[in-house]
C-alpha cells in the first residue's frame, strides 16, 4: 500500500518547496489591484490581476511605513516581495513588503509631489485668484486648433454672445512641445490683452494631459496677470493648472459658458429690472402728488388770501345775517306802524271831517267843546272837510 500522507504534511512539503525556490524569495508582480481591504489589525489584504490570472497579496503593518499613497480598486502598481504558502489554508500568496505605482501611478506620484510643493509656495491661495470679468468683449483661447475642444468653445460663446471676440492660439497640448507651446500662448494672448483667457484641451489619459502639470506651465498661469479659466479634458479630470488658475472649469464648454456673459439673459434681467424701476418711479410719483395735494391743501389753508377768502366769506354771512334782522325788524316796525296808523286813522279828527263832522274853533284856535265857552256875537272857525268856514254866534242854547 502507498504511503498516506495527512494534509499538513503536504503543505508543508509545498512551503519548504517554496522556501528554497531563490526567485520567489525576492521577486516584482505587476497588475491590477482588486477586492482591496484596509484591516482593522492594519493589514493590507488585495488581490493582483492582468488578463491571464489573479494572485492573492497581503502587506502586514509593518511594512507599510513606506507605502506613501492608498490602494484603490483598478490601481496599476508593482508589488515588491516573497512568494509563500500559508500552510493552514494551503495556498500560496504575495507577501508585500514595499508597493510603487506602474506607469500612470508613477505619473500619479510625481502629481502629487508636485502639489504639495506649489501648495507649500503658496500658489494655490485664494488671495492670489484674479475675478473673471462679467462681461469680456474679448477672450483668448489657448488649445490645439483642432478637435472638439476649440469648436464647443466658438460655439458656446458665440451663441451667448454673438458680438464677443475669440482670439486663438493654435498651441501644441500634447507631447515634449506641449508646455512650450502652452507658455507661448499665454505669453502671446496676455500681450493683446484680452479680457479673460481659457487655457486646456479635451479629455485624455493622465500621459495625454501631462502638459498641463509640468511646473514651468503652473507657474506661466500663476505669473499671468490675465485671468485664466482652466479647462483640461472632463470634469473627473484633475491637473495643476487647475489649482494654479482664477477659475476651474470642468470642461471647455463650461469654461466658454463661465468666461462669456450670456446676452439674452442679461437682456431679459434688463429688462425686468427696467419694469420693476418704472413701476417703483410710477409709485413715487403717485405718492410724491398726494403729499403735493396735502401740501397743497394745507397752503390754501393756511395762505393769507384764503383767510382773507374765508374771512370775506364769514363777513358775507354776517352782512346777509345783519341784512335779515334789519329787514325782519323794519318790517316788524312797519307793521306795528301800520297798526298804529289805523289807530290814529281812529283817533283822527280828519277822519270825522270825512264822515260829516266838523270841528269848531275861537279866533285864538282853542277848540271850543262848550258853550260857556262863547258868547253871543263871537267869531269862531268851523272847519269841515275840504275847507274852513267863519261863522258868528247869533245865539247859543
Not at 483642432?146 to 458656446?156: C, L, M, Q
Not at 512650450?180 to 500621459?207: P, T, Y
Not at 341784512?323 to 283817533?347: D, P
Request: charged residues 25%.
Amino acid at each position: 500500500m502507498q504511503n498516506v500522507y495527512t494534509v499538513g504534511q503536504i503543505n508543508s512539503y509545498i512551503k519548504n518547496m517554496f522556501s528554497q525556490d531563490f526567485l520567489l524569495q525576492s521577486l516584482s508582480v505587476k497588475g491590477e489591484v482588486s477586492n482591496c481591504k484596509y484591516h482593522s489589525s492594519g493589514h493590507i489584504y488585495f488581490t493582483l490581476k492582468d488578463m491571464k490570472g489573479t494572485i492573492s497579496c497581503v502587506m502586514f503593518a509593518g511594512n507599510r511605513s513606506g507605502l506613501v499613497f492608498r490602494l484603490v480598486e483598478g490601481m496599476q502598481v508593482i508589488v515588491n516581495g516573497t512568494v509563500d504558502v500559508y500552510e493552514r489554508d494551503g495556498k500560496y500568496q504575495l507577501y508585500a513588503r514595499s508597493i510603487e505605482q506602474d506607469g500612470a501611478g508613477a505619473l500619479y506620484e510625481r502629481f502629487e509631489k508636485l502639489k504639495r510643493e506649489l501648495e507649500e509656495l503658496g500658489m494655490f491661495a485664494p488671495e492670489y485668484k484674479k475675478p473673471i470679468p462679467k462681461y469680456s468683449r474679448t477672450i483668448g483661447v489657448v488649445t490645439a486648433p483642432t478637435g472638439a475642444a476649440v469648436r464647443d468653445i466658438i460655439n458656446i460663446a458665440t451663441r451667448r454672445n454673438p458680438y464677443v471676440q475669440i482670439i486663438l492660439y493654435p498651441a501644441v497640448v500634447q507631447g515634449e512641445a506641449a508646455p512650450a507651446s502652452i507658455i507661448n500662448g499665454i505669453h502671446a494672448l496676455e500681450e493683446k490683452q484680452v479680457d479673460v483667457m481659457i487655457v486646456g484641451r479635451g479629455g485624455g489619459s493622465i500621459e495625454d494631459l501631462w502638459a498641463f502639470n509640468e511646473e514651468c506651465v503652473a507657474q506661466a498661469v500663476f505669473d499671468c496677470s490675465i485671468p485664466i479659466i482652466s479647462a483640461v479634458g472632463h470634469e473627473t479630470d484633475t491637473t495643476i493648472i487647475d489649482y494654479v488658475a482664477d477659475l476651474r472649469a470642468p470642461t471647455p464648454s463650461a469654461a466658454a459658458e463661465l468666461a462669456v456673459n450670456d446676452v439674452m439673459l442679461t437682456m431679459q434681467k434688463i429688462r425686468e429690472q427696467e419694469a420693476i424701476l418704472n413701476r417703483l418711479i410710477k409709485n413715487k410719483i403717485e405718492w410724491n402728488k398726494i403729499r403735493l395735494q396735502t401740501y397743497q391743501a394745507k397752503i390754501k389753508m393756511n395762505s393769507p388770501l384764503g383767510k382773507v377768502r374765508e374771512k370775506k366769506t364769514w363777513l358775507l354771512n354776517i352782512e346777509d345775517k345783519l341784512s335779515g334782522a334789519m329787514n325782519g325788524k323794519i318790517a316788524m316796525k312797519r307793521h306795528r306802524m301800520e297798526i298804529y296808523i289805523e289807530k290814529l286813522k281812529g283817533l283822527s279828527p280828519l277822519e270825522k271831517l270825512n264822515q260829516g263832522f266838523s270841528y269848531v274853533s275861537d279866533e285864538s284856535g282853542r277848540t271850543v267843546t262848550d258853550i260857556n265857552q262863547v258868547a253871543t256875537g263871537d267869531r269862531l272857525q268851523v272847519y269841515v272837510k275840504n275847507g274852513k268856514l267863519w261863522a258868528v254866534v247869533t245865539g247859543k242854547e
